[in-house]
């Protein structure tokens, strides 16, 4: 178990996103997220990430309690995230989208950077042959160069990943992946990810709203409605479990 | 292979600025060596300003404070006590103040000194807000910091400021340091810290999501431009030899800021053409506030002129170079352009 999230509630006011959800993520899964619009997916990202603080509950992360801890230390602990709109930082050059995420494993400091000292420029290219290791694994290397926001919409998502994994995660967390891609496009990222988690030891945890995609891919998942857990099982009971059917579609029972 | 190039490249460059300036300085008249000071000086000031505004995107207000600090502090160290005691018409100043004294050089590095010490109390409560709220709050700062040299006679001399500053400023000194400055700078901007700063000018969640502590970015470019104001202030100071508060109202900040809009926000060598285009530019239209003649008729002197003429171009080119001339582009960028389009 990587990552235990026990009993978290998050209001907003009087609203309540997440009520009392609990759930564990087992090490080198690929857990899915899933519910319809509004059910409390990316509250709860959001709170595992530590860019929300849980009303009550507690997040667990390889034995120690997370909540409540900055999101950039979060991130430097090994959880990295991918966003449901891609933002890549759009004045960089996709080298340096995931050069970023090596920001906190370059060891040197300001006045050796001014100065170009030796073990600036040996971090330097240390941190940029792992940068291109990564983008060759994704076989982006040739855009190094290019500007980020250049690239079509299936690259920008892979330079996005590959920016979330130069952080050296051990829990790589994926809002909606798939959004907006076409039919290849999809089944090729879910062949990367899946790849991805043997390669780089991870354990993923993603939301999507594509049940072809969530079947194929993911090993358990967890299905919330209006911040409340329905379902937690395999994917392919989950999409006949009547409980989960009359979340998406509506209650046709009538007594 | 390619980086011994560069490396070549800017090392030209610096000893082409230095022939530069020994040329300038033993050729050229006071009023044009005066010029080039003024060019010097602004581009420090430009270029670490730069820093926290474009390249880090952080819209703050207040190198006026900073530069004022610097000026003030290089003053009081470098006039003589014998001037000093008749100078403070107000009141008596400080026992303290009376006995300052300091060479040029210590001067300078605790002018930046001071300046920085202050950026970073300020980081506290500056980089809490965000946008146009760090805006204002830097704006409120710059205004401070005149109204306290105003109202402080003890130290400042009050509004009539401070005067028989020793003119250490010559061009070896504005024009070294404005080289120190720009090195420092881009070698920043080309490490972690600096690709953390334009992360978070580009989006600063996303930022943070990368593991990217933002607030020591946005720290570092702050207290860096802040010692780099300072330093200028002091040159200036031991350049124009009287400062007074008056010197350091919002004009100053805002000049800085159409400077560097003008370059390019965010890009450095920028900020060096925005500086040279607008310091040398506005001197230069010096001759249209007098007479001139057309085709033998003689109109009158305009005074204001000017200012006229050199906002048009502004607006013109605002409307067709939006982000600058120079963009977020550097220099070199321009030239490795070149060369990718002609293959």
Redesign the interface.
Known sequence: MILHVNNVTKNFGGVTAIKETSFSVDRKEIFGLIGPNGAGKTTMFNII?G?YEPSSGEVIFRNEMIHGLK??LI??RGI??T?QNI??????SVL?NV??????Q?R?S?FE????FPR?IGE?KR?KKRAFEILDYFGMSAFAHDKAVDLSYGQQRKVEIA??L??NPELLLLDEPAAGMNPSETEELGNIIKKAREDFDLTVLLIEHDMKFVNQLCDKVLVLDYGKTIFEGKPSDAIQDSEVISAYLGDFHHD | MTVKKDQWINLSFVFGVIGFIGIANSFFDEYTIRILNNIAIFTILAVSYNLINGVTGQFSLEPNGFVAIGAYVTALLLVSPEAKQYQYAIVDPYPFVLSLHANFVVALVLSGFFATCLALVLSFPVFRVRGDYLAIVTLGFGFIIKIFAINYPEVTNGSLGLNDIPEFSNLYWTGGIAIIAVITVLNIVNSKFGRAMKAVRDDEDAAIAMGVNTFKAKTFAFCTSAFFEGVGGGLLAALLTSISPDLFDFFFTFQLLIIIVLGGLGSTTGAIVGTILVMGGSEWMRFLDEPMKFFGYTTPAMPGLRMVVFSLILIFIMLFAREGIMGKKELKDLFKGRKRSAK
């Open positions: 990430t860019n999101p950039h991130v430097r990295a995230r966003f933002r890549l930082f759009s004045s960089m340096d050069l970023i995420g090596f920001d906190f370059a040197y300001f950077a001014i100065s170009r600036f330097e941190i920016r979330a130069a952080t």
